[in-house]
């Protein structure tokens, strides 16, 4: 009967914890299954060091061929589910073969870890960093414990960044001039700008700005694109006449927004564009879109 | 389908102030629990009804209204957030996440009134944001309520001079330009608004648009109470950036509004101040506004100011701008022109009542823009003409100030024959109302030239259209004119005789007989007057006596006898001749009675007529004492004898009877002849009896005893005169044979001769009492 349990029921139990638990922020990460966990948040070239603690089930003792923990960093296609491509992988040897009877537990570090992609939740892809934990067994199978943690990789303000200015139009019957004051904007700026309206021959209803999100996975053939609006912002109600400017401030920080990420690992890319959205009576659509390279700014506090 | 429309707005109203309660509901709800969020999120939703395009602005301003009210009730909670320690900053963000516009910047004016209030920020940064954000919304309605909300919220929060929300970075300055720019933008989106919408309900726009001006016009309300906006900076910024505004929006509705606006709004002071600019705007508006309207209401204001004491000097410039005015709208009609003069004209006459020079100016303007032109057949404008005129007639109250004026005339020439007719009827009811005495031949010539359309036909075809009856009014009120024209010099009176002649003759044998007796009347007056003169006084030089006037008077009713009129004419030269026999002129009252005999025996053939003449001859030869025995005789002789000859026997015996006074005069013991007073009164019996017998003759039955019993009163009036023919038994018989008559056989009931006959004797009787009573004999 206990042989049968004990088949089912892990014969250990493995805990990971990060020798900073108490002082390192905390984020939440959306799982698989929908709920959403805290975990620690990192960055590239830090240390992550911590404990892992094996703790047979009382009375019994795990027999094994080695402990490994690994820190693997992986890029996952949803078209191609549970097929983990590991960028990363570190491995650290916590014990040689042998057998624990009582609670153990072992340190390990890695040093100035290379992280140079950001935890990312896509449409068709997840960019994912993981602790592994692995007890090897002969016939038994190997026991195996996954720690998740998110890396943001902050940047500096960029030291060139012109604004957006361009004049589109359609020909007798509609020109405009529009202006973002920047074309690289942090996760909690602010867009600013006006549109300026140099010609107006169509009824307007309204004008909306959209930020919209491309994520780009696959290469060459096989590229698969989607597209997501993040954001729908009202700029104008009713129509405007020529000579009328309107201002433009939306605020990004309500908005899930990551930074652009190009071409990671050649596995995917996201990319972030602002649409002006005109709409007139007949609910005709006129946009013009534009590409924002977002960043993740270095918190100062 | 109008109908429907109607319902259906109603339909939408409702819906839209349900979902407005209801997302206030939990508004209030999140607002009592201090959740921030849910408090944004439900006013947000509440705030989104407005973005509805489907109400009229009078139905949108309900739903406005009651929104309004829950932002009340947010911006205090707001106010308490940040007394919790909320930064304002932070919630001035906070509610801009809203995705759309309308709500979300409803809610960032009700955050900007607390942020004001909070001074962290200088107060002219806020309104400047919020102002500038507000170009979000475009839509004419939505945007013109926005607007209207925090022009509302910012009132009291202007940096206004001695203001708390006034310092270093904020001057009066700031609150100025916020204000201006408000403005600007409602306007352009007011005046948008017309655009908007199907060709066939422009009407009805422009009727929803005219509901919508106050919500424009309520920030110059708002300029012109900021304490700072001295004359200096009224002078310097705000007139003419507002100017520049109304100017190059180009819309009649709102040009014409907002010009009155300013006018209304700000002190005569800074009107006075600004004049020129002002004006200058004028001539630059559209052509179809009705400046003449704004620039009335402009020199009302400054004539009220000056009436109230103040110095305003301001006509040439008021002038200037009238006439530039004018020069740019091309195609002004005729009336707005006039319209323009007279209302200058009555700034004038309250302004300058001194000046005659610049109401001649005026004069002078209009007859030069009339000019060149056809009379005038515009019936507006020929209104307006006539209350240009009537201006200055109104306020002096005095045609002679008119007469003065030069170009009065001049104007009159332009009207119509209607027209000048009209005006020449006010300027008589002038003269009546003020009683004005108009004293020279010269006046009086100029005024016959002013209100010559009465005088005589101007305009052949006009006579026939004419009603009888207005022409009678027109034509009593020239007599009445002429009974105004007096002089206490008899020279000039005689002169102004003349001259009314000369303009009266002219006037045709339709107003003659209107004219002449007035006239004749006037000058029988003189005569009287010249009559109470000592001829000595008066002198051979004198060239006014009453022969002289009686020659003229002659030749006046001489005029009538082409017309024909000769009762008139008759009754005239009986009037003269009284008046000839009050200056002992006997010839002359002769040659009247001789005068009116053949008019008598000649023109007068109808017999009423004849009735009426017989008794007005006779009434007036009763009383004449000027004749001699001989001309006596031989006028009551003809009178007796033209009395006898009337056609209806009744008429001949009342006539007879009358006769009877010509032979006895209580005042004139020549004139007392009873034999002959007797024979008149025997005659008249004698044909009342033959009345009578015809009456049996033709009708088988007895006529009026009336006749009788009216001669029975000739008797008993002859026997208290005294006169001894007349004896007690001769009345006695008299009473006898009425009595006989009435109860004969034949005799009708008349219950009139009964009474008449009653009261008669009943008068008899008192008679006889009263000497009985005073102790004489019976």
């Not at chain 2, 904020?170 to 199907?198: C, I, S, Y």
Request: proline residues 4%.
């Amino acid at each position: 009967m206990n042989f049968i349990i004990g088949a089912f029921k892990p014969a250990c139990h493995i805990s990971i914890t990060f020798s900073d638990a108490k002082s390192r922020k905390q984020v939440p990460l959306k799982k698989e299954n929908g709920q959403t966990i805290m975990v620690p948040l990192f960055q590239s070239q830090e240390n992550i060091t911590g404990k892992i603690s094996v703790e047979p089930i009382s009375g019994k003792k795990v027999e094994h061929n080695g402990i490994k923990v690994e820190l693997l960093g992986q890029i996952e296609m949803y078209f191609d589910k549970g097929n983990f491509y590991d960028f990363t992988s570190l491995v650290r040897e916590l014990d040689v073969p042998g057998e624990i009877y009582e609670r153990k537990t072992f340190p390990f570090e890695f040093s100035t870890v290379e992280m140079p992609y950001e935890t990312y939740n896509g449409v068709n892809v997840r960019l994912r960093y993981v602790l592994k934990v692995t007890i090897s067994r002969g016939y038994a199978g190997s026991i195996t414990e996954y720690q998740d943690f998110v890396v943001r990789n902050y940047s500096p303000p960029p030291s060139i960044n012109n604004s957006i200015k361009m004049e589109v139009g359609i020909e007798d019957c509609l020109h405009i001039e529009f202006e973002y004051n920047k074309s690289k904007y942090h996760l909690k700026d602010v867009i600013l700008g006006k549109i300026y309206f140099l010609l107006v021959r169509i009824k307007i209803k309204n004008m909306d700005l959209e930020i919209r999100r491309r994520e780009s996975t696959g290469s060459g053939p096989n590229t698969h694109v989607e597209t997501e609006t993040l954001a729908k912002f009202e700029l104008m109600d009713g129509a405007p006449v020529r000579g009328e400017s309107i201002p433009i401030r939306l605020f990004l920080s309500p908005y899930e927004l990551t930074p652009t990420y190009r071409n990671i690992n050649n596995k995917f890319s996201v990319k972030y564009y602002l649409n002006l959205v005109l709409v007139d009576e007949e609910d005709r659509r006129y946009f013009k879109q534009q590409e924002i390279t977002m960043y993740r700014l270095g918190e100062t506090s | 389908m109008i109908a429907d429309g109607v319902e259906d707005e109603e339909k939408w109203l409702s819906a839209g102030i349900a979902g407005l309660q209801q997302n206030a509901f939990y508004m209030h709800r999140a607002l009592d629990s201090n959740n921030l969020k849910d408090a944004l999120k439900y006013s947000a939703q509440m705030l989104s009804e407005l973005r509805t395009s489907r109400l009229s602005p009078h139905k949108y301003y309900e739903l406005y209204m009651r929104a309004f009210d829950e932002l009340r009730k947010l911006e205090l909670f707001f106010k308490e957030e940040t007394s919790r320690g909320c930064s304002i900053v932070e919630l001035y963000e906070l509610v801009q996440h809203a995705g759309n516009i309308l709500p979300r910047l409803y809610l960032l004016c009700t955050v900007g009134s607390v942020y004001i209030k909070s001074k962290e920020a200088p107060a002219k940064d806020v309104l400047k944001d919020l102002v500038e954000m507000c170009r979000g919304i475009q839509h004419p309605l939505r945007g013109l309520f926005l607007r209207s909300y925090l022009s509302q919220v910012s009132r009291d929060k202007l940096p206004d001079i001695g203001s708390e929300y006034e310092g270093d970075a904020d001057t009066v300055m700031d609150a100025v330009e916020f204000v201006l720019q408000n403005f600007t933008e409602m306007n352009k989106l007011w005046v948008r608004m017309q655009h908007q919408g199907p060709n066939r309900e422009k009407e009805k726009r422009e009727k929803e648009r005219s509901e919508l001006r106050d919500l424009v016009g309520k920030n110059l309300h708002v300029l012109s109470q900021i304490e700072g906006v001295d004359l200096e900076m009224y002078k310097k910024i705000v007139l003419p950036r507002v100017l520049e505004q109304v100017v190059n929006c180009k819309d009649e509705l709102a040009q014409y509004y907002l010009m009155d606006c300013i006018i209304q709004v700000f002190p005569d002071e800074y009107h006075l101040q600004t004049l020129e600019t002002l004006l200058n705007a004028c001539p630059q508006l559209q052509p179809s506004v009705d400046v003449k309207t704004v620039l009335a209401r402009l020199m009302e204001r400054l004539s009220n100011y000056a009436a109230s004491g103040a110095e305003v000097k301001a006509f040439a410039k008021l002038n200037n701008a009238i006439g530039k005015v004018i020069e740019a709208q091309d195609n002004m009609p005729i009336a707005g022109v006039v319209t323009l003069y007279a209302s200058l004209l009555t700034f004038t006459l309250q302004v300058h009542p001194d000046r005659l020079d610049y109401i001649d100016q005026i004069l002078g303007a209009c007859v030069k823009k009339l000019s060149g032109k056809e009379k005038l057949d515009d019936r507006q404008a020929t209104k307006q003409i006539v209350a240009l005129l009537s201006a200055p007639l109104e306020k002096y109250k005095d045609i002679d100030t008119a007469l003065k004026l030069s170009n009065y005339p001049r104007v009159m020439e332009y009207l119509n024959a209607r027209t000048n007719k009209e005006m020449a009827n006010v300027i008589i009811q002038n003269i009546m109302k003020n009683k004005t005495c108009i004293s020279t031949a010269e006046k009086v010539d100029a005024l016959f030239e002013l209100i010559k359309g009465l005088i005589r036909d101007l305009d052949e075809d006009l006579h026939d259209e004419l009603d009888e009856e207005d022409f009678k009014e027109e034509q009593n009120s020239v007599a009445r004119l002429i009974q105004m024209l007096h002089s206490d010099d008899p020279e000039e009176m005689s002169k102004i005789i003349h001259t009314v002649r000369k303009h009266i003759l002219t006037g045709g044998r339709q107003r003659l007989p209107f004219t002449v007796p007035p006239l004749i009347f006037s000058s029988l007056k003189l005569v009287r007057r010249l009559e109470g003169q000592d001829e000595s006084v008066s002198g051979n030089d004198a060239s006014t006596t009453p022969k002289k006037i009686f020659q003229i008077v002659t030749q006046i009713i001489e005029s009538l006898s082409s017309i024909p009129v000769p009762e008139l004419a008759l009754g005239l030269y009986l009037q003269c001749a009284e008046a000839a026999n009050d200056c002992d002129l006997e010839p002359v009252a002769y040659e009247f009675f001789t005068q009116a005999y053949i008019l008598y025996e000649e023109e007068i053939t109808d017999s009423k007529s004849q009735v009426t003449c017989i008794h007005l001859i006779i009434g007036t030869l009763q009383r004449m004492h000027v004749f001699g025995v001989e001309n006596r005789d031989a006028l009551t002789h003809k009178a007796t004898g033209y009395s006898a000859k009337l056609l209806k026997k009744p008429d001949q015996c009342r006539a007879v009877y009358a006769c009877s006074h010509l032979f006895w005069l209580d005042e004139h013991d020549r004139i007392r002849d009873g034999e002959r007073v007797l024979l008149c009164l025997k005659r008249a019996l004698r044909i009342a009896n033959a009345v009578q017998q015809m009456a049996n003759a033709t009708r088988g039955s007895g006529g009026s005893v009336v006749l009788f019993i009216e001669i029975l009163n000739k008797y008993l009036y002859f026997y208290e005169k005294g006169v001894s023919q007349i004896t007690v038994e001769s009345i006695q018989d008299l009473i006898e044979l009425i009595r006989s008559e009435m109860n004969g056989e034949n005799a009708p009931s008349d219950p009139a001769a009964d009474a008449f006959l009653a009261s008669t004797l009943r008068y008899i009787q008192f008679q006889k009492e009263k000497r009985w009573c005073s102790g004489g004999e019976i």
